[in-house]
């Protein structure tokens, strides 16, 4: 570890006068690349660049306009605004799912952080550029910090979500808050993963930041917020088609987020956080089966495609200050 | 001594590509011309400096200097040979890369010392030293984006020499400073000299090659062509040919203007 750590550690007013001098040999640190090569562990290890890194973006990305923050929340309210309308108004769901506009306000927080973490995420080795061509730091240090930074604006959205839920008459219980956190990991370590890979993807060919900008649109029809995950086995039926729509981690992520805030909304909890019944989609469970074990399953998958990230990042990296 | 930079076979090599779109790569496959070529940048450098030494660091426009620069720093990683260095390493190269034209002078000035390996407590006990040096004034807490660049060149050369490091290197960049600040600038790598962090000097000027350093490099097309006393150095690198002989070395370099 010390041979990473040689440059970049935190120095004591001892060491300070070992530089000065050089002559205190016992004090000089090993012999060791210059470039580092602890992926994402140095990001952690060097915290403090982090930190500043972090506050330096929620500084400057909505300096000189008139709104400023505001700016996060404009979006994902029209967006909600708009969704509520016209699908729980004009195509009904508002009749036929309780409090649909939490259910679809508790996807829209989660699936809003993840979009924000794998949009910016991605062009953030680029906009980054100028530190990237010549600096000697982690370059993973941006991706996470665009993931920081997407998570530094979820919290007023969740904290809006418990007051709609509080004031809706939320009955909290211990199981469902572990389904919100382990949906939130999943979407945080997913997220860092695919905002490694693009960002390292993009410095070659820019035309990734335009695939992730069509995936993106396309996630928000693939996830169970906009209608209640019961259509899919009433539409497809109970068998491969539902296995193939619950293999998606965000649809798992919602549902989890939905177990957290919305199930506790509805009339009859325990009902509505049961397993659907197969025979009658409309007998009011609205869980798949295995939800944990399959939360559980998308989280070490996440964490496998973090892992593959890495090693592609890492092999992507040496081209980066030619390639910018 | 212990050693301070080992360079060990030491290869750099770029790939151009021509290019970018899939419409010009398949014209270009069709006319059989090359997608790409490569490049070497540095070809088999290897050398060991010892703490303390003055290195200076010469070769003419693109025979490899600034890539080399940037892989003992890390910016860089060599694709085969290694370099090894000792301590932390901080240098007027690429300064001001770091800084975010919104943010204000004094929140770049803590971000760039962080990404150079400084600890907020450090960069406390050093701020005013920084801002002193850097003589901005009023401007601190201004964006750098409004910044004139010599007050952007100054800002970011400030933070950079007071960074504790045990290796400066210094690209060809004092350009940009008006001339008071080049002499404090000189006085300032005369001072990391003295106290023995080892000093790794890229210059085209033989004058303030030969008052700085103790050692010369000399990189012909990415190879290490010369390495050895300052004098042969220049020599070899037939920078004394013309009648600087006769001038007075630093008066050259008022000659030659931008490049200390």
């Known amino acids: ?303 496998v495609v973090l892992v593959i990230a890495q090693v592609v990042f890492t092999r992507l990296e040496n081209k980066f200050p030619e390639r910018l | 001594m212990t050693q301070s930079i080992v360079c060990n076979g030491v290869t750099k090599n770029f790939t151009m590509r021509y290019h970018r779109t899939i419409k010009q790569m398949s014209v270009a496959k069709l006319r059989r011309q090359k997608l790409g070529e490569d490049f070497l940048a540095v070809d088999d450098v290897s050398f060991s400096v010892e703490q303390g030494e003055a290195i200076g660091l010469m070769g003419l426009n693109g025979s490899g200097k600034s890539t080399l620069l940037k892989v003992i720093n890390g910016v860089m990683r060599p694709d085969s040979g290694s370099v090894l260095t000792r301590g932390r390493i901080a240098g007027l190269i690429a300064t001001g890369a770091g800084f975010h034209p919104q943010l204000t002078g004094r929140d770049n000035v803590f971000l760039n010392a962080a990404i150079l390996g400084m600890s907020e407590r450090e960069t406390n006990a050093k701020f005013g030293d920084i801002v002193e040096f850097a003589d901005i004034g009023k401007f601190l807490d201004t964006p750098v984006g409004h910044y004139s660049s010599g007050m952007f060149a100054r800002l970011g050369f400030a933070v950079a020499v007071h960074t504790d490091s045990d290796i400066f290197l210094v690209d060809e960049v004092l350009a940009v400073g008006d001339r008071p600040f080049k002499r404090k600038c000189m006085a300032r790598m005369e001072e990391i000299r003295r106290t023995g962090r080892t000093l790794f000097y890229v210059s085209h000027a033989p004058g303030s090659v030969r008052k700085m350093c103790d050692r010369v490099l000399v990189l012909e097309k990415g190879k290490l062509a010369f390495d050895g006393p300052v004098d042969d150095g220049i020599k070899f690198l037939h920078y004394d040919d013309s009648d600087e002989d006769d001038v007075n070395s630093e008066d050259v370099d008022d000659d030659l203007g931008a490049d200390i």
């Open chain 1, 1 to 303: 570890m010390s041979l990473h750590l040689g440059r970049n550690r935190p120095r004591t007013d001892a060491d300070a006068k070992g530089t000065a001098t050089a002559a205190a040999a016992a004090t000089t640190p090993p012999l060791s690349p210059p470039s580092s090569s602890g992926g994402l562990l140095d990001v952690f290890r060097r915290r403090y660049v982090l930190k500043l890194l972090v506050r330096r973006e929620i500084a400057a990305r909505y300096q000189g306009s008139v709104l400023g923050m505001l700016w996060s929340y404009v979006q994902p309210l029209v967006r909600f605004l708009m969704y509520y309308f016209v699908l729980g108004e004009l195509i009904g769901f508002n009749r036929r799912v309780e409090y649909f506009g939490i259910h679809l306000f508790a996807g829209m927080v989660i699936i809003h952080y993840f979009t924000e973490t794998f949009s910016a995420g991605t062009r953030s080795i680029v906009r980054n550029s100028a530190i990237v061509k010549k600096m000697a730091m982690p370059r993973e240090m941006f991706p996470v910090a665009s993931m920081l930074v997407s998570a530094y604006h979820t919290i007023p959205q969740m904290v809006i979500l418990a007051v709609a839920c509080v004031l809706a008459g939320w009955q909290p219980d211990g199981v469902g808050l572990l389904a919100g956190l382990l949906g939130m990991s999943i979407i945080a370590v997913l997220g860092t993963a695919l905002a490694l890979f693009f960002s390292a993807a993009n410095v070659f060919f820019r035309d990734f930041s335009n695939i992730v900008a069509t995936l993106t649109t396309f996630v928000h029809f693939s996830v169970p917020m906009i209608y209640p995950f019961t259509r899919v086995p009433s539409r497809f039926g109970d068998g491969a088609a539902v296995e193939i729509y619950l293999l998606n981690p965000l649809a798992e992520a919602v549902l989890l987020m939905q177990r957290c805030f919305w199930t506790g909304v509805t009339s009859d909890p325990a009902t509505t956080a049961s397993v659907i019944n197969p025979d009658n989609v409309d007998a009011g469970g609205h869980m798949p089966d295995y939800l944990f074990t399959r939360g559980l399953a998308q989280l070490a998958f996440s964490l």
